[in-house]
T-cell receptor, first 106, second 113 residues
Protein backbone atom coordinates (compact mmCIF):
# COMPACT_ATOMS: atom_id res chain seq x y z
CA UNK A 1 0.00 0.00 0.00
CA UNK A 2 1.15 3.54 -0.56
CA UNK A 3 0.38 6.47 1.67
CA UNK A 4 1.41 10.07 2.14
CA UNK A 5 1.09 11.89 5.45
CA UNK A 6 1.45 15.55 6.23
CA UNK A 7 1.19 15.96 10.00
CA UNK A 8 0.42 19.67 10.08
CA UNK A 9 -2.92 20.92 8.80
CA UNK A 10 -1.89 24.52 9.40
CA UNK A 11 1.54 26.09 9.76
CA UNK A 12 1.99 29.75 10.62
CA UNK A 13 5.35 31.52 10.48
CA UNK A 14 6.47 35.12 10.41
CA UNK A 15 7.91 36.70 7.28
CA UNK A 16 11.64 36.05 7.07
CA UNK A 17 11.52 32.99 9.30
CA UNK A 18 12.53 29.54 8.05
CA UNK A 19 9.75 27.18 7.12
CA UNK A 20 9.59 23.39 6.87
CA UNK A 21 6.52 21.52 5.69
CA UNK A 22 6.73 17.87 6.64
CA UNK A 23 5.89 14.95 4.39
CA UNK A 24 6.30 11.26 5.09
CA UNK A 25 5.43 8.42 2.79
CA UNK A 26 5.07 4.67 2.77
CA UNK A 27 5.76 2.72 -0.40
CA UNK A 28 7.55 -0.56 -0.95
CA UNK A 29 9.02 0.39 -4.31
CA UNK A 30 11.23 3.22 -5.50
CA UNK A 31 9.19 6.39 -4.97
CA UNK A 32 8.77 9.42 -7.15
CA UNK A 33 7.79 12.40 -5.01
CA UNK A 34 6.37 15.82 -5.73
CA UNK A 35 5.22 18.98 -4.02
CA UNK A 36 2.17 20.73 -5.45
CA UNK A 37 0.95 24.17 -4.38
CA UNK A 38 -2.40 25.93 -4.59
CA UNK A 39 -2.40 29.69 -4.13
CA UNK A 40 -5.64 31.48 -3.32
CA UNK A 41 -8.02 31.45 -6.30
CA UNK A 42 -5.48 29.67 -8.50
CA UNK A 43 -5.20 26.15 -9.80
CA UNK A 44 -3.21 23.42 -8.19
CA UNK A 45 0.24 23.40 -9.79
CA UNK A 46 3.52 21.56 -9.54
CA UNK A 47 6.09 23.22 -7.30
CA UNK A 48 8.93 20.74 -7.51
CA UNK A 49 9.78 17.06 -7.98
CA UNK A 50 12.54 15.16 -6.26
CA UNK A 51 14.22 13.90 -9.41
CA UNK A 52 14.86 17.46 -10.57
CA UNK A 53 16.81 18.36 -7.43
CA UNK A 54 16.13 22.01 -8.10
CA UNK A 55 15.09 25.03 -6.08
CA UNK A 56 11.82 26.68 -7.06
CA UNK A 57 10.81 30.02 -5.52
CA UNK A 58 13.48 29.39 -2.88
CA UNK A 59 11.98 26.04 -1.86
CA UNK A 60 13.94 22.81 -1.79
CA UNK A 61 13.03 19.28 -0.83
CA UNK A 62 15.32 16.32 -0.28
CA UNK A 63 14.21 12.75 -0.48
CA UNK A 64 15.37 10.82 2.58
CA UNK A 65 14.73 7.15 1.91
CA UNK A 66 15.94 6.09 5.35
CA UNK A 67 13.36 8.27 7.07
CA UNK A 68 10.85 7.96 4.19
CA UNK A 69 10.49 11.72 4.18
CA UNK A 70 10.35 14.50 1.61
CA UNK A 71 10.14 17.68 3.66
CA UNK A 72 9.78 21.04 1.91
CA UNK A 73 12.04 23.83 3.17
CA UNK A 74 12.62 27.49 2.62
CA UNK A 75 15.14 29.54 4.64
CA UNK A 76 13.24 32.84 4.56
CA UNK A 77 9.46 32.73 4.15
CA UNK A 78 7.66 35.45 2.19
CA UNK A 79 4.02 36.53 2.49
CA UNK A 80 3.38 35.38 -1.08
CA UNK A 81 4.29 31.82 -0.01
CA UNK A 82 0.97 31.59 1.84
CA UNK A 83 -0.88 28.74 0.15
CA UNK A 84 -2.01 25.14 0.45
CA UNK A 85 0.83 22.65 -0.09
CA UNK A 86 0.35 19.02 -1.04
CA UNK A 87 2.97 16.29 -1.03
CA UNK A 88 2.36 13.57 -3.61
CA UNK A 89 3.75 10.14 -4.40
CA UNK A 90 3.78 8.36 -7.74
CA UNK A 91 3.83 4.64 -7.14
CA UNK A 92 1.17 2.26 -8.35
CA UNK A 93 -1.18 5.25 -8.46
CA UNK A 94 -0.70 8.93 -7.88
CA UNK A 95 -1.42 9.61 -4.18
CA UNK A 96 -1.71 13.03 -2.54
CA UNK A 97 -1.29 13.85 1.11
CA UNK A 98 -4.00 15.75 3.03
CA UNK A 99 -2.22 19.08 2.60
CA UNK A 100 -0.74 21.76 4.85
CA UNK A 101 -1.95 25.33 4.80
CA UNK A 102 1.01 27.68 5.16
CA UNK A 103 0.28 31.13 6.48
CA UNK A 104 3.14 33.65 6.42
CA UNK A 105 2.43 36.53 8.77
CA UNK A 106 3.77 40.04 8.21
CA UNK B 1 -3.99 29.10 -17.02
CA UNK B 2 -5.53 27.60 -20.23
CA UNK B 3 -5.03 24.16 -21.57
CA UNK B 4 -7.40 22.17 -19.40
CA UNK B 5 -10.95 23.27 -18.76
CA UNK B 6 -13.76 21.99 -16.60
CA UNK B 7 -17.39 22.92 -16.78
CA UNK B 8 -19.52 23.97 -15.12
CA UNK B 9 -17.82 25.70 -12.19
CA UNK B 10 -20.80 25.02 -9.89
CA UNK B 11 -23.30 22.23 -10.31
CA UNK B 12 -26.38 21.36 -8.32
CA UNK B 13 -28.31 18.15 -8.60
CA UNK B 14 -31.16 16.48 -6.81
CA UNK B 15 -30.60 13.27 -4.95
CA UNK B 16 -31.11 10.23 -7.16
CA UNK B 17 -30.00 11.94 -10.38
CA UNK B 18 -26.90 11.19 -12.40
CA UNK B 19 -24.75 14.14 -13.43
CA UNK B 20 -21.82 14.45 -15.84
CA UNK B 21 -18.83 16.72 -15.28
CA UNK B 22 -16.89 17.87 -18.30
CA UNK B 23 -13.10 17.91 -18.67
CA UNK B 24 -11.34 18.99 -21.87
CA UNK B 25 -7.65 19.52 -22.62
CA UNK B 26 -5.87 20.90 -25.67
CA UNK B 27 -2.37 20.00 -24.47
CA UNK B 28 -2.20 16.80 -26.53
CA UNK B 29 -1.71 14.85 -23.32
CA UNK B 30 -2.21 11.10 -23.34
CA UNK B 31 -3.11 10.70 -19.66
CA UNK B 32 -6.05 12.22 -17.79
CA UNK B 33 -7.22 11.93 -14.20
CA UNK B 34 -10.19 12.69 -11.98
CA UNK B 35 -9.78 13.54 -8.31
CA UNK B 36 -12.16 14.36 -5.52
CA UNK B 37 -11.08 16.98 -3.00
CA UNK B 38 -12.62 17.03 0.47
CA UNK B 39 -11.52 19.23 3.38
CA UNK B 40 -8.74 17.61 5.39
CA UNK B 41 -8.40 14.66 3.02
CA UNK B 42 -6.40 16.06 0.17
CA UNK B 43 -7.05 14.72 -3.30
CA UNK B 44 -8.30 11.18 -3.86
CA UNK B 45 -8.03 9.51 -7.24
CA UNK B 46 -11.35 8.42 -8.76
CA UNK B 47 -10.40 7.24 -12.25
CA UNK B 48 -7.52 7.71 -14.64
CA UNK B 49 -6.90 7.08 -18.31
CA UNK B 50 -3.49 6.46 -19.82
CA UNK B 51 -4.67 6.47 -23.42
CA UNK B 52 -7.80 6.83 -25.53
CA UNK B 53 -10.40 4.08 -25.04
CA UNK B 54 -8.73 2.88 -21.86
CA UNK B 55 -9.25 3.79 -18.22
CA UNK B 56 -8.63 2.32 -14.76
CA UNK B 57 -10.26 2.69 -11.38
CA UNK B 58 -8.55 4.76 -8.76
CA UNK B 59 -8.95 4.53 -5.01
CA UNK B 60 -12.58 5.65 -4.79
CA UNK B 61 -14.24 4.64 -8.08
CA UNK B 62 -17.49 3.31 -6.61
CA UNK B 63 -20.48 5.34 -7.72
CA UNK B 64 -18.59 6.98 -10.59
CA UNK B 65 -18.10 6.19 -14.27
CA UNK B 66 -15.94 7.65 -17.04
CA UNK B 67 -15.34 7.38 -20.77
CA UNK B 68 -12.36 8.28 -22.96
CA UNK B 69 -13.61 8.27 -26.53
CA UNK B 70 -11.45 11.22 -27.54
CA UNK B 71 -7.93 12.14 -26.48
CA UNK B 72 -8.97 15.61 -25.40
CA UNK B 73 -12.04 14.67 -23.38
CA UNK B 74 -12.53 12.68 -20.16
CA UNK B 75 -16.04 13.21 -18.74
CA UNK B 76 -16.94 11.95 -15.28
CA UNK B 77 -20.45 10.78 -14.40
CA UNK B 78 -21.47 10.87 -10.77
CA UNK B 79 -24.21 8.30 -10.44
CA UNK B 80 -27.00 8.00 -7.91
CA UNK B 81 -25.04 5.12 -6.38
CA UNK B 82 -22.42 7.52 -5.03
CA UNK B 83 -23.35 7.85 -1.36
CA UNK B 84 -21.71 11.19 -0.63
CA UNK B 85 -21.31 13.05 -3.92
CA UNK B 86 -21.14 16.62 -2.64
CA UNK B 87 -17.50 17.62 -3.18
CA UNK B 88 -15.01 19.55 -5.26
CA UNK B 89 -13.91 17.62 -8.36
CA UNK B 90 -10.59 18.21 -10.09
CA UNK B 91 -9.52 16.98 -13.49
CA UNK B 92 -5.86 16.76 -14.51
CA UNK B 93 -3.77 15.66 -17.45
CA UNK B 94 -0.14 14.70 -18.05
CA UNK B 95 1.90 14.13 -21.19
CA UNK B 96 2.04 10.42 -20.45
CA UNK B 97 1.25 8.40 -17.37
CA UNK B 98 4.96 7.97 -16.69
CA UNK B 99 5.75 11.67 -17.15
CA UNK B 100 3.90 12.79 -14.15
CA UNK B 101 3.76 16.54 -14.00
CA UNK B 102 0.02 16.86 -13.85
CA UNK B 103 -1.75 19.97 -15.05
CA UNK B 104 -4.99 20.72 -13.24
CA UNK B 105 -8.25 22.26 -14.28
CA UNK B 106 -10.09 24.88 -12.21
CA UNK B 107 -12.45 22.33 -10.68
CA UNK B 108 -16.20 21.80 -10.42
CA UNK B 109 -18.06 22.08 -7.14
CA UNK B 110 -20.95 19.63 -7.06
CA UNK B 111 -23.70 20.04 -4.50
CA UNK B 112 -26.42 17.44 -4.09
CA UNK B 113 -29.62 18.88 -2.71
Amino acid sequence: AQRVTQPEKLLSVFKGAPVELKCNYSYSGSPELFWYVQYSRQRLQLLLRHISRESIKGFTADLNKGETSFHLKKPFAQEEDSAMYYCALNGQNFVFGPGTRLSVLP
Amino acid sequence: DGGITQSPKYLFRKEGQNVTLSCEQNLNHDAMYWYRQDPGQGLRLIYYSQIVNDFQKGDIAEGYSVSREKKESFPLTVTSAQKNPTAFYLCASSRTSSYNEQFFGPGTRLTVL
